[in-house]
Structure formats: structure tokens, C-alpha cells
């Protein structure tokens, strides 16, 4: 039996903030759902990154 953390299938929990800020900058009137697209990860990673930066 192993204790190590297996891969996983599915969207990433984590993002680059520094990417996301720049696609936010670069076009204010992206909506989370436009952005988790982008950023292949859901909307609600979005949503709580976008609350920690202030936005």
C-alpha cells in the first residue's frame, strides 16, 4: 500500500494570478465563466482568486 498522491484527472485547483491579472487588465469585462475557460479551471477558483486580489 502506498501513501503518495496518485495524478489526477479534471481541472487544476490553482491558477496563475499573474496570468489572470493580466487577462483581466488587458479586458475588465471578462466574465469567471469566459475566464475558467481560459484558464482551464472552474469558475469558482476564479471567483475566489478574484476576491483575494481585490476585484
Not at 9 to 35: A, F, Y
Request: aromatic share 0%.
Amino acid at each position: 500500500m502506498s501513501l503518495e498522491d496518485c495524478p489526477r484527472s479534471g481541472r487544476p485547483l490553482e491558477i496563475d494570478i499573474e496570468q489572470l491579472k493580466v487577462l483581466i487588465e488587458d479586458n475588465p469585462r471578462l466574465t469567471t465563466s469566459e475566464l475558467s475557460a481560459m484558464l482551464l479551471c472552474n469558475h469558482s477558483t476564479i471567483d475566489r482568486h478574484l476576491h483575494e486580489i481585490g476585484k
